[in-house]
């Protein structure tokens, strides 16, 4: 299986695709919740720039709760050190506008002082259905299979919107890549 490990700080995201995937519909089962998003200089901006929903955020299923059996593969796949995971359920009309993110619990929990070390990869858990959107360093994604990744380094700018009538899921994987390996 191959692994995801960067080796260039040239590319800003990079694609992938896990070419056979071991899950169904798990992930509909966790017992999501919902936090605020947690960068409050972003929620401002938003506001002021006109958006007016009352949260921004999906709900999430991470690392503070139990570890589903299946999440073992993805650490094969993304061997990573610091491996941390969160699936992230976004119901329709969720739209998390353009961002970077702080990886505030994740830095804070293993004394990261500088983000570009952290990198984060989004697996997609269903095919694309309409009006699912993602958005990352400026590029539109829609369209994906189960299975799909995206991953980024650091501070790269990304939004995600749920504009269709099912729930969009991924699995967000977050860490610090081992050096000098390209990803695969
Ligand atoms: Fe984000």
Redesign the pocket.
């Known amino acids: 299986m191959a692994t995801a490990v960067p080796d260039t700080q040239a590319e800003q995201v990079i694609h992938g695709r896990i070419p056979a995937v071991w899950w169904t519909h798990e992930h509909r089962d966790l017992s999501y919740t919902n936090e605020e998003f947690n960068d409050r200089l972003s929620v401002s901006l938003w506001r002021a720039a006109g958006f007016t929903q009352l949260k921004f955020t999906g709900d999430m299923y991470d690392m503070r709760r139990q570890e589903p059996v299946w999440v073992t593969p993805f650490r094969k796949i993304f061997d990573w050190d610091l491996f941390s995971w969160s699936f992230y359920r976004m119901g329709p009309g969720t739209v998390?506008p353009n961002?970077g993110?702080t990886y505030a619990r994740f830095c804070g929990i293993h004394g990261i002082t500088d983000i570009q070390r952290v990198y984060r990869a989004v697996v997609f858990l269903e095919p694309w259905a309409g009006g699912h959107y993602a958005e990352y360093d400026g590029q539109p994604l829609v369209q994906w299979q189960r299975g799909d990744w995206v991953a980024w380094r650091g501070d790269t700018l990304?939004a995600?919107a749920n504009v269709g009538f099912t729930d969009r899921y991924t699995l967000q994987i977050t860490g610090v890549p081992r050096a000098n390996s390209l990803i695969q």
């Open positions: 998390l961002h993110d990304h995600a």
